[in-house]
């Protein structure tokens, strides 16, 4: 299939952009303030326990991806069921500039060619708990899965290698929205599509933030699914 309108962003500038925004914007962001445990009041959430000390907040969203199960929780019922999902990438020089200048996809692998002449390609997909080192096997199949859509790679140098933490979910959907202890919301199991989504995501979870109202479009996506055992991996959350 040729997709003429797929765009790809530069992920490594995202992040330094959206932390740039917010400050303008008057967010505070404080780093370092690892998250110990929820703290409640017994009837709702009232804050966050951190190293750094204690935030109180009416609303408190987490958002700490594939972390998300390590915070302590009042209740267990709270604890999102998420998990890490390794993803295995590296970067090449491209033979030319010319050479590539598409995302290309194959069922083994995908490459996405950057403007400053590199070729990223990725990526495995791998239940190994919090581990984020490269492995043989790991490089080896993106390195065979590129030569085999595109031969002329095999001289090219290699630049970096690399692996992230996907926040997976049993049914591979995100975990989104209330809870059952008021003022403590999930933004959570985004997966393999974090990016895609996270504009989507960041209004909707302002739109329950501020109405106190779940959006039609998440309610699929609570954490209850998981208690009901409604979960199938691959089925959509409601359908
Ligand atoms: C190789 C690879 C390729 C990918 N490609 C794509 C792609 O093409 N398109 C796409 O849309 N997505 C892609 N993804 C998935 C995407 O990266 C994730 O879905 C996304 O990063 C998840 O965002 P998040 O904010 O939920 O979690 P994260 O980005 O993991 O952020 C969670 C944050 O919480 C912080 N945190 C954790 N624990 C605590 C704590 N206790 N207290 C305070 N802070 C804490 C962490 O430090 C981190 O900053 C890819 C992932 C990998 C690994």
């Not at 765009?7 to 500038?13: A, C, D, G, I, M």
Request: some cysteine; overall charge neutral; aromatic content about 6%.
């Amino acid at each position: 299939m040729y997709l003429p309108n797929d765009r790809h962003v530069e992920n490594r500038l995202l992040v330094p952009a959206l932390e740039q925004s917010c400050r303008q914007l008057g967010v505070n962001i404080v780093c370092g303030a690892h998250v110990i445990r929820v703290l409640s009041d017994g009837a709702r959430a009232t804050g966050a326990e951190t190293i750094l000390g204690q935030y109180h907040a009416g609303t408190l969203v987490n958002a700490a991806g594939c972390w998300s199960a390590t915070i302590g929780v009042p209740d267990e019922a709270l604890r999102p069921p998420v998990f890490p999902v390794r993803g295995q990438m590296l970067a090449i020089s491209l033979p030319t500039q010319e050479f590539l200048s598409r995302v290309v996809r194959s069922p083994r692998s995908y490459l996405v060619p950057r403007h400053d002449g590199r070729l990223f390609l990725g990526a495995t997909m791998e239940e190994v708990g919090f581990d984020k080192r490269n492995t043989v096997w790991g490089i080896n199949k993106l390195l065979n899965g590129a030569q085999e859509l595109f031969p002329g790679l095999r001289d090219c140098a290699i630049q970096e290698m690399w692996a992230g933490l996907r926040p997976g979910s049993k049914d591979h959907y995100p975990v989104l929205g209330a809870t059952v202890l008021p003022g403590y919301l999930l933004a959570t199991g985004v997966f393999r599509n974090g990016l895609l989504l996270a504009p989507v995501l960041a209004a909707t979870m302002a739109d329950l933030v501020t109405s106190g109202q779940t959006p039609e479009r998440i309610s699929p996506f609570s954490i209850e699914r998981f208690a009901r055992d409604e979960v199938v991996a691959g089925k959509i959350p409601g359908a």
